[in-house]
Every structure is written in C-alpha cells, then in structure tokens.
C-alpha cells in the first residue's frame, strides 16, 4: 500500500515534469515558418528531456516493480531524485534559449549527474530495505554497468563543454540512446524467481 | 501492475496537457467584453484541442481495457503518444494567437498527424504482446476505419493551409465530430469474448 | 475498472485546476505589505474559486461512489463538465485582476452557470445508465435542491453584476457557502441500501 | 475506497504544488555562471520549500496509512491544508526574489504557520472518526511534540523577521530539519497493534 502511494507520487511528480518543459516552448511572435525556426534549439532541448525524464519513469517503474518493502529513507531518498529532476525543465530551458552555450551545457549535465547519483542512492536504499545484495532485487538489478557508466560520462560531459562544446552534446544525446534500449534485466530476473 | 501504472501515468500527462492549454488564455488588460472578444480565436482553438485531447484519453481508455501484457517496446511507444500529444498546447496558443494563419494551421495538423500515428504505433505495439491479429484485442480494434482515415484528411487539411485556409480548419473540425461519437468497438467486442 | 480510471482522470484534472490558479496570484515587484495588499482582490478571488473547485470535487467524489457503470456518453459528459471548470482559472484571475469589474463578474458567474449545468447532466447521464429512476443512485440523489437552485441564483448573479455588482459577489459567496455543507445524501442513502 | 480517493487527490495536488514552484527558478538572459548566481536565493527558497512540501507529503502518508474511515469534515480538512500549502509557491517566489527581505519571511512564515495548523486540524478530525482518543490512531500519532513546537517556532520566526531577519530564516531551516528525520510513531505503533 505504501508503495503504492509512493509510485502514484512519483507518477504525479514526473508527469508534471515532462508536461511543464513544454511551457519553455513558448508561442513565437510570428506566424510564419521563419518564426518557428528561432525554436529549433529550444525544441532539440526539449525532446532530449523528455527521452530523459521518460527513461527516469521506465525505470523506476522497472525498479519499483520488484520492491516489497519502502521506508522512511526510501520516501526520501525518492524525494531527493524527485528534485534533481525537478532541475531539468530549468536546464533545459536555459540550454535551448542561448542554443547550447558552453555554461547551459555544464549546468545541464550537472543536472543529469545529480539525478543519476541521486537514482543510484535510491537504488541501493531499496535494495537494503528488500533483503539485501543476496535477494531478488540486488540480483535483478545486478552489475548495473549503465548506472555505473552514465554519471562518468556526464562527468566528460560537464568537463569538455567550455573546450568541446559540440561533444558534451552529443555525450549526453549518446547516453540518452544507449538507456533507450529498454531495461528489461529487473523483469526477467524477476520472471525467473516467480515462473508463474 | 505495469499495466495500471502505464495508465495512471499517461492519465496524469493528459490531464496536465488538457489543463495547461487554459494557460495560454491569458486575462486581458482590459475589463470588458471587448477585450474579451480579441480572444475568441485563443478560445475556440482551446475548446478543439481540449476535445482533441479528451478524444485521445477516451480511446486510450477503451484499448488499454482489452489489454493484458504491456512491455517495454509498449512503454516507449505510449511516451511517443504523449509527445506528439505534449505538443498541441504549443500549436495550440500559435494557431489561436495568430487567428489560424496559413503556418500555424499546417504546424497544428502536423502535430495531429504526428499524435495519429504515434496512437497507431501504440495500437499495434499492443496487439503484437497480446495475442497478435487473431486474439481480441485486434478482433475488437477491427477494421479501424476512422484511425486510417483520419491521418489522411490531417495530410489534406496541411495541404490546404496555405490554399484554402478554412478548408484545412473545417477538416480539423470534422475529424473531431467524427471521433466524438465514441468508440463502443473495443467495449462491444470485449463483452462479446467474456459476456459474464 | 473503467469507472476507476474516470475518477483518477477526473482527480487530476481538478488537482491541477485547483493549483495552477495560485499562479495568477504573480509575485509582486515590491517587498512590503503594501505591495501584497495591491493582491488582495486576487486573493480572495482565488480563495473563493478554490471552494468552488473543491466543492466540485468532493460533490463529484460522493456522486461516483454510488455509482456502478460507466458509459461512453458518462466519459463525454464529464470531460463536459471538466472543460467549464478548466475556465475557472481564467474567470479567476480576470475578475481578481480587474477588481470585480461588472462585465468580470458576469463571465465569472457564466463559467459557475456552466459547470452546474454540465453537473447536472453528468449526474443524468450516471443516474440513466445505473438503474434509472427508481435505483439507489436516483434515490440518493433525490430531489437536489442545491443543484437545481444554485444555476437560478447563478443567474440571478449575473443579471445583477451590472447594475448591483457586489450583490451579484455576495450570490457567487452565498452559492459557495450553502453547498461547503457537505453533501451527506448519497452516503447516507446507499448506507442504508448497504446497512452491512 | 473514498480514503484512496482523498489520497490520489492530495498526491495529485502536493505532486503540482512542488513542481509549479520551479517555474518561479526563471529562466535568466545571460548565458553564464555570473546570471546563475543571481539566482541563488530563488534557488535557496525552492529547496527549503521542496523540503517543506517533502515534509508535508510524507507525514500526510504516514497519517493516512493509520486511517479507516473518512468523512465530510475530513475532506474539508484536506481541502483546507491542501489551500494553504497551495500558498507556498508564492511565499516562497516573493521570498527569493525579494532576498529574504523581512515582510517576506513573515508572510513565509505565515503560510508555514497555516500548514501547520491545517494539519494539526485533519489530523484531529481524523482521530475523531477514527475511534477517538483511545483508538490506534490516537495512540501512534502521541504526544506529537514536533507538531506541537513547530507552530510555536514558526510564532518566533514571523515575530524576529523585523527585528532580526536571519534568525528567522534559521528557524525555518532548523523545522525543516528537525522534521526531515522520518515520522515512524504511526508506523511503529500500528506495526506494534497489527503484529502479522
């Protein structure tokens, strides 16, 4: 029950999140196809976040999916991740409307790198609260290589956007890609502890 | 499980979309009639888009009720959906702003368009994880007549914006009446498999 | 499952109608008391139109739980009802910016006269398709004096708004304050058709 | 059933009210670190009020997962903390906007003070339809010393806001603190009666 409470929340939060992002889209001036044009960057930004925000919902659903037990930690620990995302309908904002500046990029990754750690401590408060490395939760989870990779790219990420600006936009655009392969590693692992 | 949080999902995204549009009815300066007469245009592309929107939460209603497995492609395929969907706040406030000019009435089929298929995609995502064409979801979804013609008359309604402007806003209309007669398809089908 | 759906469709509409009105409450450039008392006629506007919202919402919340089926026209009728109340914002805020100008008054009691109706045939349509006149939902709702009394003072608000302005306010209060008794009646009645 | 309802309803609003209020983080003109850092206060004043509405959302879970029975009163209770949190996306925008000036750590203070009452409020309605001061419910909310001091310290904060600002703001973060320690009484006592 109080997992289910949680994800409602959550659901709430993140819908929010992705639908209010539209609002930095805001209505040109103009009436004609030149007028949308301006918007490109400000629309690039936007689908990234919201292939961002969705692959957050994906895989909390995933994580949530095999957990029994949340605690007070948990509700917060949730919390802190909620916030971080909170954070990105600002950067993306910010980074569309002066088109990728070196600054907005940095501020941008430094988003996605908050959301991640924070992703990762959310994890790990699950797993303790769910019986621990040994049980099906840790298991399903398992090595978590794309959890492990991401925060250090957006690491290279943050830290080439005043040398290489184009580069830290393709990093996190690479990142992006490489989680839209859906994570399906909790599913089966859970599928295989509970056959039927 | 997954299902129901798909659905509280795609609901809470929805019901943001639905309601945000209302905010590009900004409150005239002026405390009159008149100045509430300069925002008819703003009002009548609010009330098609809100029919629009409650068109699409209708039918996703009714082909979520006859489905039973969801699965990661399905996930994506629904976010799809909701950002073509995120979208039409922003055709919306253009075309209402800029009393349906050519662009912003091409711009607004687009999204309807792009929304078309992405439902489409979602169908048909949905009937390969439950049974394919001969299990009851594809049985009750049918021919689907009113889903393929659709797409057609949005191409026609883009191709007319800048020839015949109010033909392309009749066809936008129309096509909304159309789908405004609810779609008992699924619900009759689906009582017809399980008639207890 | 269907009528589940409705209601959380509905819960979400009413939450973000009832919150995004505070965002016409716009922080004020001063930071004094008298730069917030400039937003006093904003306030009380949004306080009034926050009963109102959760009125609906809890009238809404009682009439759904006496009720079994759901419809296609039931979907319809309370996307109906949905798209007045999505205009309460929008009432809102020009009445509160324009401090209770006549012709704000007249649209303000116009968005309340069109909810109540759109109330009123939702209540219908549910009552049709869950037994009629003669079942416990018909019953509960019995004669509804309330909801038949309330579209004729709304009327009344807004014939006056011209010539009596603040009587026309004092209506739009008392309306509020009359129905801010909770609606005890189904409740009680399918109480005692379900004594256990 | 009406209890699930009355927390999908609080979720949706709570869920908007801590996401509206990053709209208030404006976008700024500057594409450097030198336009971020005038943001800071705004930013300061969102966190604590995340925290806040962290806080809020949290203890509201727990309170409720204690609870069988709602009525009328209950839902209006709700409605009426639900009003005053719904004031703290303004609060706080005036407050970082305007750098902690005094008035604005008052009114801060004020809507903070006015939650808190709310609260205590539902919460004692609560209790009342819950079987009384003797039933679990009585027992695992307790003593409530943090509820009980916090409304006292909110007094101290309004009231040192002119004479000595920054202990104002102090306390408001020492509250949030000292409540961010999760509220496990009520968990812990129904553990305690409902040992399986």
Redesign the interface.
Known sequence: ??KG?L???S??????????M????K??HG???AA?RLLLPVFLSY?LS?VYV?IY??NH?HLL?GVRQV???V??AN?HL??WL??T??AT??MG??HF?P??LA?YGGVLLGSAVAYFILQNCLIAVNGGPAAPLARAVGHDWKGKLSPVLYLVGIASSFVLPWLSGAIYVAVALMW?V???RI?RALAHENPD
Chains 1, 2, 3, 4 share one sequence.
Request: hydrophobic letters at 55%.
């Open positions: 029950m109080q409470r994800e409602a929340f659901d709430g939060v993140l819908a929010i999140i992705l639908t209010i539209v609002l930095e889209l209505v040109p009436a004609d196809f949308l689908a919201f969705g919902w994906n659903h999916s605690s007070g930690g509700l917060w919390l909620l916030f909170s954070l309908p600002f904002g910010w409307e002066n500046a600054a907005t501020v839209l859906p994570d399906r599913e």
